[in-house]
Each structure stands twice: as C-alpha cells, then as structure tokens.
C-alpha cells in the first residue's frame, strides 16, 4: 500500500463533458504529480504541485487543470473532453526528504 | 528533451529463468532511475529507486544497474516466477530542483510461464 488513493476507480464522459479526478496523499507529502498513461504507451507528465501552487508543466493544454488543498488532496480537471483523453490517471505523491515517488491505483477515464 | 527506451517491448520465459531488461536514456544530467511494476489496469508500484550517485541497487531477487555517463540501465531478475508477470517501466527524474518530472519508457511486458 503506497498510502495514495484515487477516485473514482473507472469513469465514462462524452466528448465536450468535463471531469473532475480526485487523489488523496499521506499527511506530509507537500508534492503530488499527475500523469497521464495511454494504453500500451508510459506514463506522460501532466503537472505537478507542490504546497497548492503548481511548480511544473507537461505538454498539456491549459484545458488540464489542477488544485491541491492543505488536507494532502488534489484534483484533476479536465475541460472540453477529447476521445483522446481516454487514458489511465495517475496521481503521484512524495515528502520533501524523499525522491521516491508513491503512485495511486489510478482512475480509468472512457470518453465516448 | 529527455526520451527513455525499454527493449524488448516484451519477453515471454519459462519459470526459473533469470533475464535482464533494459532501459536507456538520452540525457545523462538525471537525478535519480526509478523501477516500477504495474499489473494490468493497476497503479505503479514502486521496485527499486537508484540515486544518481549509485551503481547498484538491491531488493531481493531483483537488481537493478546505473551507468549514468552511458544513459543505461538493467534491471536484474533471479529465479522468475509466474507472479512476476507483469509490465516494467523504468523512469528517470532530471534535475535537481524539487520540480523534477519522471519520465517514463513506454514498458517491458514479462510474462512467465509454469
């Protein structure tokens, strides 16, 4: 157990909905990431946060968009959904002392 | 641009067999390799984490290399077994500021068979 959750585990939108992921940290890691993994390809960095303020770009349109709040959660926004935003997401969570990062199980995301 | 690649894309061994799987970089300047295992449909889970100042990392019966001049990595696995099948990702962490984004190999699919 890496002590990250995320939900929902699966979600399925319509092209133009907008969604709303969401990822839970352990209590002191002031630094979450989001990736996207398309099926059969690695992870793809999206952003990532460090105390609520994002500190880090992927090759993302700005319709991503994220939050991180105190409590260690954090949220992915995704706008004007696209067939290709069908992917696994992944929310990634580590301390300050630590390089290692801690992934959550992912929410599967299906856009119709 | 930091680019990573896995060979092979996959490897199919019979049961008791060691194998390596290989990872490369193009840009040596990291800060850190990561190992990952991901079940189908699942989450990453951590395996080994090599610092850039490190050869060799060890947790058992995996081992995992670094030859950062060479942009190379291995991952080392003794004694497969069924349970091991799975898909392998290597990543690498550039920089040395707390904004250092993993980027991913697209994956080495094992499969272990009885």
């Known amino acids: 157990e890496t002590g990250v959750t995320q939900s929902p585990t699966h979600l399925i939108k319509t092209r133009g909905q907008q969604v709303t992921l969401r990822c839970s940290s352990q209590?002191?890691?002031?630094?979450v990431s989001w990736y996207q993994q398309a099926l059969g390809q690695g992870p793809q960095f999206i952003f990532q946060?460090?105390?609520?303020?994002?500190?880090g770009r992927g090759n993302f349109p700005p319709r991503f968009s994220g939050l991180q709040f105190p409590n260690y959660s954090s949220e992915l926004n995704v706008n004007a959904l696209e067939l290709d935003d069908s992917a696994l997401y992944l929310c990634?969570?580590?301390?300050?002392?630590?390089?290692?990062?801690?992934f959550g199980p992912g929410t599967r995301l299906t856009v119709t | 641009k930091q680019e990573v690649t896995q060979i092979p894309a996959a490897l199919s061994v019979p049961e008791g067999e060691n194998l390596v799987l290989n990872c490369s970089f193009t840009?040596?300047?990291?800060?850190?390799l990561q190992w990952f295992r991901q079940d189908p449909g699942k989450g990453l889970t951590s395996l080994l984490l090599?610092?850039?100042?490190?050869r060799e990392q060890t947790s058992g019966r995996l081992n995992a290399s670094l030859d950062k001049s060479s942009g190379r990595s291995t991952l080392y696995i003794a004694a497969s077994q069924p349970g091991d099948s799975a898909t392998y990702l290597c990543?690498?962490?550039?920089?040395?500021?707390?904004?250092?984004?993993?980027?991913f190999g697209q994956g080495t699919i094992l499969t272990v068979h009885p």
């Open positions: 209590s002191g890691h002031n630094t």
């Open positions: 946060y460090y105390r609520e303020e994002e500190n």
């Open positions: 840009d040596s300047a990291i800060y850190n």
């Open positions: 990543a690498v962490r550039s920089g040395g500021t707390s904004y250092g984004k993993l980027t």
């Open positions: 990634a969570s580590r301390p300050d002392s630590l390089y290692e990062q801690y």
């Open positions: 090599i610092q850039s100042s490190q």
